[in-house]
């Protein structure tokens, strides 16, 4: 089992950055493949980018390809959104989710365990 903790969420104007963190607890977090989720105001959970467990392989959904980058660093149980040249559309509020399968995350149901959230607003 593994806990997750996000932070970095805030208010932004289009066009900044914003890296959001996500930290995992438990000596197996190694094993998990991660993703970003995002959930939009009347909107459903939809993925953003996943990782799998050593970094090899990242998916990323087609609005935020070229603008996001996902990492991780297992040495310290962290995975990383890096989003940049942020839109109006990216307002949500973004979850990290840890996955048990090996492969890149690119569905909700996929995500075994799930943080708390932590909320982004880009204005125009």
């Known amino acids: 089992q593994v806990q997750l903790v996000e932070s970095g969420g805030g208010l932004v104007q289009a066009g900044d950055s914003l890296r959001l963190s996500c930290a995992g607890s438990g000596r197996t977090f190694s094993s998990y493949s991660m993703g970003w989720f995002r959930r939009a105001p009347g909107k459903e959970l939809n993925v953003v980018a996943s990782?799998?467990?050593?970094?090899?392989?990242?998916f990323y959904t087609d609005s935020v390809k070229g603008r996001f980058t996902i990492s991780r660093d297992n040495a310290k149980n962290m995975v990383y959104l890096q989003m940049n040249s942020l839109k109006p559309e990216d307002t949500a509020v973004y979850y990290c989710?840890?996955?048990?399968?090996?492969?890149?995350?690119?569905?909700?149901?996929?995500?075994?365990?799930w943080g708390q959230g932590t909320p982004v607003t880009v204005s125009s």
């Open positions: 989710a840890a996955s048990v399968r090996s492969t890149v995350i690119t569905t909700r149901y996929q995500g075994d365990y």
């Open positions: 990782i799998t467990t050593s970094g090899g392989r990242t």
